[in-house]
């Protein structure tokens, strides 16, 4: 095995793992704003990992299914449009209040 293909192999597994870690987190966390954006980095991670050569076309197909699965749990998490974010956001609807 080259140079190259063992640091990428490395990369991947530090990479998996780091993804099984942000799975406890989301398994630790009750906060819904917080499910929502470990869950689009568990996607995006498995979205990553799915592309590598290092694993076998099994493994990706894998890989590929739970990030379809993991995108569409943190769908399902997403705020709502209307959700104040932070900021003025949050002072809005006590100064209609106020009028």
């Known amino acids: 095995m ?10 991947c ?5 780091a993804t099984l870690s942000l799975m406890t ?3 630790q966390t009750g906060a819904p704003a917080h499910r929502y954006l470990i869950a689009r980095k568990i996607a995006k991670n498995l979205g990553i990992l799915r592309e590598q050569d ?6 990706r197909t894998i890989f590929s299914n739970l ?8 769908d399902r998490l997403a705020p709502h449009e209307d959700r104040p974010r932070g900021g ?3 002072l809005k609807p006590l100064m209609l209040k106020a009028r």
């Open 25 to 27: 987190a989301f398994m």
């Open 2 to 11: 080259n140079a190259d293909a063992l640091a990428l192999s490395r990369a």
């Open 13 to 17: 597994t530090a990479l998996w793992m």
């Open 88 to 90: 003025l956001g949050l």
């Open 67 to 74: 990030s379809r699965h993991w995108n569409a749990k943190a």
């Open 54 to 59: 290092c694993f076998t076309a099994e493994c």
